[in-house]
């Protein structure tokens, strides 16, 4: 017998790892229950213009453990206008959709709230490895995103320790610390400059300063993008203290790579959840992780949400960091 129950996905913003995982799960799912899946190419532009594909999970698990997505993830600007989504709704009733399930950031909620508002069934699935989706603990591929930092940050001070230089490292983010702060930590940096704890340049200049008092040879900094020129500081650190200092975007890598068990997991359990809220019409709603359970959160509380700062973990690394640099002293 024909199916003729169909649903949209498609991947918003920038890609993080787990969605394809996440995809996978979700076309499962709808097959499962008897759903064709259209995909939707290169985010909201895709539903713009119409852009399209049939998915099948047999397609989808090929590409479940790699990071990126596999139906292509993108920006588009013209959807912040009214008109515009209105076109989707046309395209959305054109494909005859019960729902559209959306993966995504911060941005893409705003976009999913207002498709509410076209008369659209949809729900999200949060995606990005900021984690700067305020209404779930965690996001899919925030925690690969650490890993692969903490990794990358490790290699490097190896070759730092070697030839005694200063390591500054430039972890993602935005405007949130949360990848900064937790490969900082992982990667034992003796300090981490994150934008929920503004320093001036100075402070890190004495903090460094300290650490090769104590005898640290190769001090490692670890801070988030957009809060200091990094080459500069880096400048600042080499005349002051007549010692090498190098500059490193970690940048890239954070994205790339297969996802962790943790975001894989995390992937299948908030895919499961989204098509379950499609077959019980609970729409208009991101699935999030709370406390370790996953829930629905309406999309004006989801997009309302403030950001709870992890002020214990923060609290816990500077205690470490001030008791490391005493021991050192004695
Ligand atoms: P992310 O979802 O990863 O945070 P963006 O902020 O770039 O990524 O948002 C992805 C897309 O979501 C944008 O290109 C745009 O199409 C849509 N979007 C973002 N903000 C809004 C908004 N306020 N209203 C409508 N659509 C939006």
Redesign the pocket.
């Known amino acids: 017998m024909a199916k003729t129950k169909r649903i949209g996905v498609l991947t918003?913003?920038?890609d993080s790892q787990g969605m394809n995982a996440c995809l996978e799960t979700i076309i499962t799912m709808a097959e499962r229950n008897g759903y064709e899946v259209v995909a939707f190419i290169g985010?909201?532009s895709g539903l713009l213009y119409d852009r399209y594909r049939l998915v099948s999970s047999q397609e989808a698990s090929l590409y479940f453990s790699f990071g990126g997505s596999f139906i292509s993830s993108g920006?588009?600007?013209e959807?912040?206008e009214s008109e515009s989504r209105k076109k989707a709704k046309h395209v959305y009733d054109k494909h005859k959709l019960e729902a559209l399930i959306v993966l995504?950031?911060?941005?893409?909620i705003?976009?999913a709230n207002?498709l509410i508002f076209q008369g659209m069934n949809v729900i999200v699935c949060p995606c990005?490895i900021d984690n700067d989706v305020y209404c779930t603990n965690r996001s899919i591929g925030f925690d690969t995103a650490v890993n692969n930092a903490v990794n990358a940050i490790d290699n490097i001070k190896q070759t730092m320790r070697t030839n005694g230089r200063i390591l500054i490292a430039e972890t993602m983010g935005r405007n949130c610390g949360e990848i900064a702060m937790q490969a900082g930590i992982c990667s034992e940096a003796d300090i981490i400059m994150i934008p929920e704890n503004k320093q001036t340049t100075e402070k890190i200049i004495r903090e460094v300063g300290k650490q090769l008092k104590v005898g640290n040879v190769s001090p490692v900094v670890v801070l988030t993008e957009h809060q200091v020129d990094i080459q500069s500081l880096a400048k600042e650190l080499e005349s002051t203290y007549q010692k090498e200092c190098k500059a490193i975007v970690i940048g890239y890598v954070q994205r790339g790579g297969s996802p962790t068990v943790q975001d894989k997991l995390l992937a299948v359990r908030m895919g499961v959840y989204a098509m379950n809220a499609v077959l019980e019409k609970n729409f208009g709603n991101v699935v999030a992780l709370v406390k370790n359970e996953i829930k629905l959160i309406p999309f004006e509380k989801a997009i309302k949400a403030k950001y709870v700062f992890d002020n214990e973990l923060w609290q816990t690394f500077l205690n470490l960091k001030r008791y490391k640099t005493e021991k050192k002293q004695k």
């Open positions: 918003s913003g920038g985010g909201y920006r588009c600007p959807f912040m995504g950031g911060d941005g893409s705003k976009g207002d990005t």
